[in-house]
């Protein structure tokens, strides 16, 4: 067995031991303080009513008893603990009110404060169960009430805390949770959801448009727009511009602008800085109806040192690492969460379930996966090794392969997406093979060698040729994603169109060939908003997207370029059906570094089949000879250096092979090739002389013989006449 089929395999052994253990740690029994268990199951069982649809049917979530539900929560695998965790409508003893549960099994007293008792640290007293679960019922409280749990530690300390089950939260700068009714809103999607159910993304056109919801676009007065104007305005413009998916950072409420949503305190919480949780309903809904999938970014890696937030919530280390070595990233001035812990588990298996069930989001980026995977992450030395002495953090991949597991079983058709920046193995195959389990993983060698690449002076680019063919040896080993994003745009790393070099009117060309080369390269695509404007300022949370450009040639050029070249990529099944295996991609020449072009083929189920040929020089080519793959026409069906797109206008139309050895083939078609372009043909084989039928060559071959036979019946008779 090889090493790292062993490594796996420990792994997995960990994984279904710690599965028994945890079985084993469930308990049945519960202690309810100063109430019956019978009075409390009575009072707040599970809506029967709630349903979750799924393709054309509905399923129903099925009631189970409270005993049920902490049974599976105490033994860490409950992926739906929000539906009796936080706050909940209620009814008890003919009042109506609100349910509330909060698990803090270190604290020596837990209240319920908000607007509707003064916020009064003791007016409701919550009562504990044997396992650290604290409720209360409270009548009369309202939709939208604010509301804290105030926390006594044993030591003595008070702490006022947001509830990390809440749907919903106060705007910051204010940080106090909000009463929500979740199950309000009528959703209008199902024939989507069907057609989802049926159409599982590996064979489908996936093209991404990543966006930050506070930035896109802003009113007037420099207020952020709400959900209901951006599902209005950001959807109509996505679809219009050819993309499958809008992909939202971080919509879970976070106290900080700056941080992008990337640190969060609300884990069930759609940010109020943009509406309410209905809103944000609303804009997943249009999305939908228009034939739009809506994908978040959602953050299980670390969580902020606020002090209403999840850090040391009871007063003990409830949800991160007690260990100092493992407890914090110093550099991002987080905490860290400790896997191992069935609080963590539950918080976010139920998390990841509600995003997916309640709001139908159609997959999760999973930000920041590497940090979880390495104990030594940005630690400088400051870590303790594993039990196998290893850097690898055994419980968080553990966790990574159950959560992926319970998610795509629950949901085959959604998408469960790694920001995955290492050479970890695996990442996108089955736990049960020794994976991670993810469906998608982000490209990052991909990204990070072609920007490198195409940032460099042209002269220097045949000493790189590297980059831009390396990521072909491993285009298959994972389901990937191309992604263009926002961390390549920030923080002194300049936009796309200003990493071109100069000259000016070479930037463009350069970006146009960017981007084609992303469209025909294998796997998924994702471009971060302000990229199809050609936007020569950095990207800032605090403005929004430099729109004006749009009223110059060259931007207004390369927003068409971006809306023909995604339309171009929906419309051919080769540039996408095959994007996870060899049969999809063939070679034609690859070590032209000297030119710094490159040709390959992309090959659809049926065998159809575009050719793709990218020049990274600003050198123009009358003529450029390429080895195909059967003789007869090609025809240049899209290019980059069309005059509408801000190009030169070369263009090829239609060329006739001829028959040379070249590139391993026995044809060649000889190109007209502009200078910082890309462009495609598709090519249709020379028609075969037809063969006779057997019936045909039958009739001519008797018909051959009748005239022989009148030609020697004439020369008789001739004879016979002269003589």
């Given at each position: 067995?090889?090493?790292?089929?062993?490594?796996?395999?420990?792994?997995?052994?960990?994984?279904?031991?710690?599965?028994?253990?945890?079985?084993?740690?469930?308990?049945?029994?519960?202690?309810?303080?100063?109430?019956?268990?019978?009075?409390?199951?009575?009072?707040?069982?599970?809506?029967?009513d709630?349903?979750?649809k799924?393709?054309?049917?509905?399923?129903?979530?099925k009631?189970?008893?409270?005993?049920?539900?902490?049974?599976?929560?105490?033994?860490?695998?409950?992926?739906?603990?929000?539906?009796?965790?936080?706050?909940?409508?209620?009814?008890?003893?003919?009042?109506?009110?609100?349910?509330?549960?909060?698990?803090?099994?270190?604290?020596?007293?837990?209240?319920v404060?908000?607007?509707?008792?003064?916020?009064?640290?003791?007016?409701?007293?919550?009562?504990?169960?044997d396992?650290?679960?604290?409720?209360l019922?409270?009548?009369?409280?309202?939709?939208?009430?604010?509301?804290?749990?105030?926390?006594?530690?044993?030591?003595?300390?008070?702490?006022?805390?947001?509830?990390?089950?809440?749907?919903?939260?106060?705007?910051?700068?204010?940080?106090?949770?909000?009463?929500?009714?979740?199950?309000?809103y009528k959703?209008?999607?199902?024939?989507?959801?069907s057609?989802?159910?049926?159409?599982?993304?590996?064979?489908?056109?996936?093209?991404?448009?990543?966006?930050?919801?506070?930035?896109?676009?802003?009113?007037?007065?420099?207020?952020?727009?709400?959900?209901?104007?951006?599902?209005?305005?950001?959807?109509?413009?996505?679809?219009?511009?050819?993309?499958?998916?809008?992909?939202?950072?971080?919509?879970?409420e976070?106290?900080?602008?700056?941080?992008?949503?990337?640190?969060?305190?609300?884990?069930?919480?759609?940010?109020s800085?943009?509406?309410?949780?209905?809103?944000?309903?609303?804009?997943?809904?249009?999305?939908?109806?228009?034939?739009?999938?809506?994908?978040?970014?959602?953050?299980?890696?670390?969580?902020?040192?606020?002090?209403h937030?999840l850090?040391?919530?009871?007063?003990?280390?409830?949800?991160?690492?007690?260990?100092?070595?493992?407890?914090?990233?110093?550099?991002?001035?987080t905490?860290?969460?400790?896997?191992?812990?069935?609080?963590?588990?539950?918080?976010?298996?139920?998390?990841?379930?509600?995003?997916?069930?309640?709001?139908?989001?159609?997959?999760?980026?999973?930000?920041?996966?590497?940090?979880?995977?390495?104990?030594?992450?940005?630690?400088?030395?400051?870590?303790?090794?594993?039990?196998?002495?290893?850097?690898?953090?055994?419980?968080?991949?553990?966790?990574?392969?159950?959560?992926?597991?319970?998610v795509?079983?629950?949901?085959?058709?959604?998408?469960?997406?790694?920001?995955?920046?290492?050479?970890w193995?695996?990442v996108?195959?089955?736990?049960?093979?020794?994976?991670?389990?993810?469906?998608?993983?982000?490209?990052?060698?991909?990204?990070?060698?072609?920007?490198?690449?195409?940032?460099?002076?042209?002269?220097?680019?045949?000493?790189?040729?590297?980059?831009?063919?390396?990521?072909f040896?491993?285009?298959?080993s994972?389901?990937?994603?191309?992604?263009?994003?926002?961390d390549?745009?920030?923080?002194?790393?300049?936009?796309?169109?200003?990493?071109?070099?100069?000259?000016?009117?070479?930037?463009?060309?350069?970006?146009?060939?960017?981007?084609?080369?992303?469209?025909?390269?294998?796997?998924?695509?994702?471009?971060?908003?302000?990229?199809?404007?050609?936007?020569?300022?950095?990207?800032?949370?605090?403005?929004?997207?430099?729109?004006?450009?749009?009223?110059?040639?060259?931007?207004?050029?390369?927003?068409?370029?971006?809306?023909?070249?995604?339309?171009?990529?929906?419309?051919?099944?080769?540039?996408?059906?095959?994007?996870?295996?060899?049969?999809?991609?063939?070679?034609?020449?690859?070590?032209?570094?000297?030119?710094?072009?490159?040709?390959?083929?992309?090959?659809?189920?049926?065998?159809?089949?575009?050719?793709?040929?990218?020049?990274?020089?600003?050198?123009?080519?009358?003529?450029?000879?390429?080895?195909?793959?059967?003789?007869?026409?090609?025809?240049?069906?899209?290019?980059?250096?069309?005059?509408?797109?801000?190009?030169s206008?070369?263009?090829?139309?239609?060329?006739?092979?001829k028959?040379?050895?070249?590139?391993?083939?026995?044809?060649?078609?000889?190109?007209?090739?502009?200078?910082?372009?890309?462009?495609?043909?598709?090519?249709?084989?020379?028609?075969?002389?037809?063969?006779?039928?057997?019936?045909?060559?039958?009739?001519?071959?008797?018909?051959?013989?009748?005239?022989?036979?009148?030609?020697?019946?004439?020369?008789?008779?001739?004879?016979?006449?002269?003589?």
């Amino acid at each position: 067995m090889s090493s790292v089929i062993q490594k796996y395999w420990t792994f997995f052994c960990s994984y279904c031991i710690l599965y028994l253990v945890n079985e084993n740690l469930a308990s049945d029994k519960l202690c309810d303080g100063n109430k019956k268990l019978g009075k409390r199951k009575q009072m707040d069982t599970i809506r029967a009513d709630s349903t979750s649809k799924k393709g054309d049917e509905c399923m129903e979530i099925k009631a189970i008893s409270l005993e049920e539900h902490l049974s599976l929560f105490h033994s860490g695998k409950d992926c739906h603990a929000y539906e009796f965790m936080g706050s909940h409508p209620a009814e008890c003893d003919g009042k109506n009110g609100y349910m509330f549960r909060v698990y803090a099994p270190n604290a020596a007293s837990v209240a319920v404060m908000g607007e509707f008792n003064g916020w009064s640290r003791t007016a409701h007293q919550m009562h504990r169960d044997d396992m650290g679960i604290w409720e209360l019922f409270i009548p009369d409280v309202r939709k939208f009430d604010t509301y804290k749990y105030a926390i006594r530690t044993p030591e003595g300390y008070e702490l006022d805390k947001a509830d990390p089950y809440a749907f919903h939260s106060e705007t910051r700068p204010g940080n106090g949770s909000k009463v929500f009714d979740i199950d309000g809103y009528k959703w209008n999607d199902d024939s989507w959801l069907s057609w989802r159910s049926k159409h599982e993304p590996y064979s489908q056109p996936v093209n991404i448009y990543e966006v930050h919801a506070g930035s896109w676009k802003r009113n007037a007065d420099d207020s952020f727009y709400s959900y209901r104007q951006l599902a209005d305005e950001l959807i109509p413009y996505a679809k219009e511009m050819g993309y499958t998916h809008i992909e939202l950072m971080p919509l879970t409420e976070h106290p900080l602008d700056a941080s992008w949503g990337y640190q969060v305190t609300g884990y069930f919480a759609a940010t109020s800085r943009y509406g309410t949780p209905d809103d944000l309903m609303y804009f997943v809904d249009k999305a939908h109806q228009t034939g739009m999938g809506v994908i978040m970014d959602w953050v299980p890696a670390h969580f902020p040192k606020d002090g209403h937030g999840l850090v040391e919530f009871d007063g003990s280390y409830l949800y991160e690492y007690a260990d100092p070595l493992k407890m914090e990233h110093k550099e991002w001035g987080t905490r860290v969460f400790d896997y191992g812990k069935v609080s963590v588990r539950n918080l976010l298996f139920s998390s990841a379930m509600f995003w997916i069930e309640k709001f139908h989001i159609d997959g999760l980026r999973v930000d920041a996966v590497a940090s979880m995977l390495y104990l030594d992450y940005n630690r400088q030395g400051e870590w303790r090794p594993n039990i196998h002495g290893g850097r690898e953090n055994l419980e968080a991949v553990d966790f990574l392969r159950l959560l992926n597991e319970m998610v795509l079983t629950a949901h085959p058709d959604c998408m469960m997406i790694a920001e995955e920046s290492t050479a970890w193995p695996m990442v996108t195959k089955p736990g049960y093979m020794g994976g991670l389990g993810f469906n998608f993983k982000w490209n990052m060698g991909w990204m990070n060698d072609m920007l490198c690449y195409i940032g460099a002076d042209p002269f220097f680019r045949k000493d790189m040729h590297d980059k831009i063919t390396f990521s072909f040896m491993y285009a298959f080993s994972e389901n990937y994603i191309l992604p263009l994003s926002h961390d390549e745009v920030v923080h002194g790393k300049k936009s796309l169109l200003d990493k071109m070099p100069d000259p000016y009117e070479n930037k463009f060309a350069s970006l146009r060939t960017l981007f084609g080369y992303m469209i025909a390269h294998p796997g998924k695509k994702m471009l971060f908003m302000g990229g199809e404007l050609g936007q020569f300022s950095e990207w800032s949370e605090v403005k929004q997207l430099d729109w004006m450009l749009l009223g110059y040639d060259s931007h207004r050029q390369m927003r068409a370029y971006v809306k023909a070249l995604n339309m171009f990529y929906l419309g051919n099944k080769e540039l996408w059906e095959n994007d996870t295996d060899w049969h999809g991609f063939s070679w034609i020449s690859h070590d032209d570094n000297v030119n710094n072009i490159i040709a390959f083929r992309r090959i659809a189920k049926d065998g159809s089949e575009i050719i793709c040929v990218a020049n990274f020089a600003p050198v123009y080519h009358e003529s450029y000879k390429i080895g195909v793959p059967f003789a007869g026409t090609y025809e240049e069906i899209f290019s980059s250096d069309n005059v509408e797109f801000g190009g030169s206008g070369v263009s090829n139309g239609k060329k006739r092979t001829k028959a040379a050895e070249l590139h391993g083939m026995e044809n060649i078609v000889d190109l007209k090739v502009a200078p910082l372009s890309i462009m495609f043909l598709r090519g249709k084989p020379r028609a075969k002389r037809a063969t006779p039928t057997k019936a045909k060559q039958d009739k001519k071959t008797t018909t051959s013989k009748t005239a022989t036979k009148r030609t020697t019946v004439r020369k008789t008779t001739k004879k016979t006449s002269d003589k």
